[in-house]
Nanobody, 115 residues
Framework: QVQLVESGGGLVQVGGSLRLSCAAS????????MGWYRQAPGKQRDLVATITSGGSRIYTDSVKGRFTISKDFAKNTVYLQMNSLKPEDTAVYYC?????????WGQGTQVTVSS
């Protein structure tokens, strides 16, 4: 079993910043990719950003230039620095990890951007 624990969500004003963290623990041999997804009320869960063990990054277009994903796979941890936040960034943010060829999800952390 693998557990993903997210932290860092909260309420922030438009233009503000938040940093999300996600730590994986449990039976882990190797992590190939970690990332963040988000789900707004009434909408599907969508990709925000991912990063591979080699450092390759993918961002959804709406966050490019504002969000930065980084990792410390020695600590089985991924981060999401979110700057210049907008009301449309409001969602539950979920951490995802591909561990030993299986996909795992965290419980989610709420991010609310107020105008």
């Amino acid at each position: 079993q693998v557990q993903l624990v997210e932290s860092g969500g909260g309420l922030v004003q438009v233009g503000g910043s938040l940093r999300l963290s996600c730590a994986a623990s449990g039976s882990i041999f190797s992590i190939s990719t970690m990332g963040w997804y988000r789900q707004a009320p009434g909408k599907q869960r969508d990709l925000v950003a991912t990063i591979t063990s080699g450092g390759s990054r993918i961002y959804t277009d709406s966050v490019k230039g504002r969000f930065t994903i980084s990792k410390d796979f020695a600590k089985n941890t991924v981060y999401l620095q979110m700057n210049s936040l907008k009301p449309e960034d409001t969602a539950v943010y979920y951490c995802n990890a591909n561990v030993d060829y299986r996909s795992w999800w965290g419980q989610g952390t709420q991010v609310t951007v107020s105008s």
